[in-house]
């Protein structure tokens, strides 16, 4: 009942202000083809993200997991024309695919993905004096978000906003003797927020079409 009525509604703000254009729903398509999981954000999510990094006048972004490209070519598209993306990637075929919806998005110039373990690619930007970010979105494996958070911060300055998806899991949250890794790991990387003084954080519940999830938001002090 209550599903029924959060999906509908999902498809009144897409209808609205959410709609994919050809590309967008193409690269949707393109994850069955290559038998890669469909856990991109929903469109509605997607031109979230787009609308908060145009708030904070992003130009240098960075995202941790990309799948197949659908939250980047979002993001992507809220750039000015000199911004850019750094998007990380473990699985070699997700940064692939992701790369070909891209190219097709006509946005390679403004999108680089890095094929690696995540861990290791933030560490090595920071080895590498990389330089700090206005918006980062982390969106990978669950289990090590507490620490993609501490990298992150390392690649941050004062006002840089820091988007973390999938932190509510249908509630899970709430289940202090869960088995679910994924749960743990996110119930780590709230737990960490709370005592966190380098950012002031929230919680967003998200409702829609698909599962009810949430991210956490914080801005950089
Ligand atoms: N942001 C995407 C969805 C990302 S799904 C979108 O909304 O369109 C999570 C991605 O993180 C997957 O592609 C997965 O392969 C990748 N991933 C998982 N573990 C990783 C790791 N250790 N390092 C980098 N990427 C990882
Ligand atoms: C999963 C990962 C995601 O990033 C997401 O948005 C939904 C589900 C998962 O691994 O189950
Ligand atoms: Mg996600």
Redesign the pocket.
């Known amino acids: 009942m209550a599903q029924d009525i959060f999906t509908k509604v999902d498809q009144y703000i897409y209808d609205l202000l959410g709609q994919e254009d050809q590309v967008l729903k193409e690269t949707i398509t393109s994850l069955d083809k290559e038998g890669i999981p469909q856990?991109?954000?929903s469109a509605n999510q997607g031109k979230f993200l787009q609308v908060l990094l145009m708030a904070c006048c992003a130009k240098k972004v960075l995202?941790?997991?990309?799948?197949?490209?659908?939250?980047?070519i979002w993001m992507a598209r809220g750039l000015p024309d000199n911004g850019k993306i750094i998007s990380?990637?473990?699985?070699p075929v997700?940064a692939k695919v992701a790369a070909a919806n891209i190219a097709k998005a006509g946005l390679s110039d403004k999108i680089e993905i890095r094929v690696g373990?995540?861990?290791d690619s933030l560490q090595k930007m920071i080895d590498e004096g990389e330089g700090s970010f206005d918006f980062i979105f982390i969106?990978?494996?669950k289990e090590p978000y507490k620490e993609y958070f501490q990298l992150a911060l390392k690649l941050s300055r004062p006002g840089t906003l820091i988007v973390c998806d999938n932190v509510v899991r249908e509630g899970k949250v709430l289940d202090a003797n869960t088995n679910d890794e994924m749960v743990k790991g996110v119930q780590r990387f709230n737990q960490s927020l709370k005592n966190n003084s380098s950012v002031h954080a929230t919680i967003l519940q998200m409702v829609g079409a698909k599962a009810y999830d949430g991210m956490a938001i914080a801005v950089v002090k």
């Open positions: 856990i991109s954000v995202e941790v997991g990309t799948l197949g490209g659908y939250s980047t990380l990637e473990l699985e997700h373990i995540a861990m969106d990978a494996d």
